[in-house]
């Protein structure tokens, strides 16, 4: 078994090929002047079984561009079997055709993901669990909430817990933390008027004097949390946190957390944090490399993997 690492997420690749007890396969990646991207595999991978580990987060298409190289790279050099490990998978969001004449940009990246090279893929929670079917090749959908409910449970022994769906969307996986835990469930109802733009409606659950916990797959500018953050302190709640699968964190997301009523929002490291993430108090991220290094040597000792969710 070999480990190779994109650019995107470098300290993760590391953290998960120490878990492996295996050094990171050299490879130089780079671009050239034009920014067109080039790799090299410095290793012999023929007859190899290798895991290429790469978020396809921003920026989405320099590192989507870098994963398919590499697969290209592998595939010529006679790897046995590739398989493009994406912690976080970019593009998940545009699932469906969202009106007239626009595209189903997931599908174009399983396509190209499958035709570069890729024997397998495996991820963590995916945006639209429909995307597993957009692969005609097997996909593993690992799931963050063991790493996260472990967190909740350990930072909130004791208190009365609400678990919080953002949106109805979202219920199923709140439902999901909330057994885990024990927990109350509550949903928020809102309506969005525009792109980037969320405005909160009503809360559907008792949660005055209950320690919240938003829970939902991804927090981009953060309009959703906050605002749900906001209608939750309005209607009694005595302390609001957010605990989210993927920390994309755009824009002024950062800015609005550090100024919203949360306490905390906590995220996996399937992406890698910025200088302004890493800089603000409130934000928190949790290592997922134990669960991706396992699931990688179930998959290369051809052992299950939903058992890590059983």
Known sequence: MKILAGNSNRPLAEAIADHLN?????ADVKRFSDEEIWCEIQENVRGEDVFVIQSTSYPANDNLMELLVMLDALRRGSARRITAVMPYFGYARQDRKSGPRTPISAKLVANLITVAGADR????????????????IPLDNLFASPVLTSDIRNKFEGQKLVIVSPDV????RARSVAKRLDAELAIIDKRRPQAGVSEVMNVIGDVKDAACILVDDIVDSAGTLCNAAGALKERGASSVAAYVSHGVLSGPAVERIANSPMTEVVTSDSIKASDAVRDCG????????????????????????SVLFD
């Open 22 to 26: 295996l050094p990171l396969t050299r």
């Open 282 to 305: 409130k934000i928190r991220q949790l290592p997922i490399a134990p669960l991706m290094a396992e699931a990688i040597r179930r998959i290369s000792e051809e052992k299950s993997v």
């Open 169 to 172: 969307g979202g219920v199923a």
């Open 121 to 136: 893929v495996l991820t963590m929670d995916l945006h639209a669990g429909q995307i597993q079917g957009f692969f005609d």
